[in-house]
């Protein structure tokens, strides 16, 4: 089943002689489950398309579906509830609340949406996590890899129809980078997590299903993992 359709997007910045185009007319689906990995180098247009994705800046043209919805036809307050409730972030820099403790920074998503906290689903996610003799403990009191694994849970625990990863191993060192993708590819597996993953680094491209490679705004190449 279809999750995400991107039809002729583009993203233009200025105008006249100091027009730039990030994204020019690119189209793509991804179906429910898959890992997607978006791989291109520094001003390829891929963090572009990330934000795009999630809602927080707007297309010049083109047409962004979540769950066959135009996300870009909502207005802002119903643009902004699409943030909260369709799409998990998981950034290079973990963005975590420094006065909250671990299972406060998890849950804070939901009680953003004055929602119900799902205490069996929260237990299972510190369990899969690792993070069950850390619940109380404060960031700044986590390790780098840690503080990772916490803000996965944080876009988890919406269970948000797209999972997006902006750089998520750029701030580790190689061991932690290879377990935070070891549970990015868990979560998919089983969670059915649909994961779109931006990233420099082709090697960790290879742990999704799927590349799609950008270069000047283009997709370049679109090809299965085998």
Not at 58 to 63: A, E, L, V
Not at 98 to 126: F, G, H, R
Request: charged content about 25%.
């Amino acid at each position: 089943m279809e999750i995400l359709k991107v039809e002729n997007l583009t993203k233009t910045y200025g105008k006249g002689n100091t027009k730039v185009v990030a994204l020019d007319n690119i189209s793509f689906s991804v179906e429910k489950g898959e890992f997607v990995s978006i791989v291109g180098a520094s001003g390829s247009g891929k963090s572009t398309l990330l934000h795009l994705l999630g809602g927080v800046d707007r297309p010049t043209s083109g047409s962004i579906y979540v769950g066959g919805e135009n996300v870009y036809k909502l207005n802002e307050t119903n643009l902004a509830i699409f943030r909260r409730r369709e799409v998990g972030l998981i950034y290079q820099f973990y963005n975590l609340i420094p006065i909250l403790n671990v299972t406060e920074n998890i849950t804070l998503p939901i009680l953003l949406d004055d929602k119900k906290v799902d205490e069996k689903y929260l237990n299972e996610l510190i369990e899969t996590l690792g993070l069950k003799n850390r619940i109380n403990h404060l960031p700044n009191e986590l390790s780098g890899g840690q503080q990772q694994r916490v803000s996965i849970g944080r876009a988890l625990m919406n269970r948000p129809s797209i999972l997006l990863a902006d750089e998520p191993t750029g701030n580790l060192d190689s061991k932690s980078s290879k377990e935070i993708i070891d549970l990015l590819k868990l979560s998919n597996k089983k969670y059915n997590q649909t994961i779109i993953m931006i990233t420099h680094d082709y090697n960790l491209a290879l742990a999704a299903d799927r590349i799609i490679t950008i270069e000047d705004g283009h997709i370049i190449s679109d090809e299965k993992v085998s």
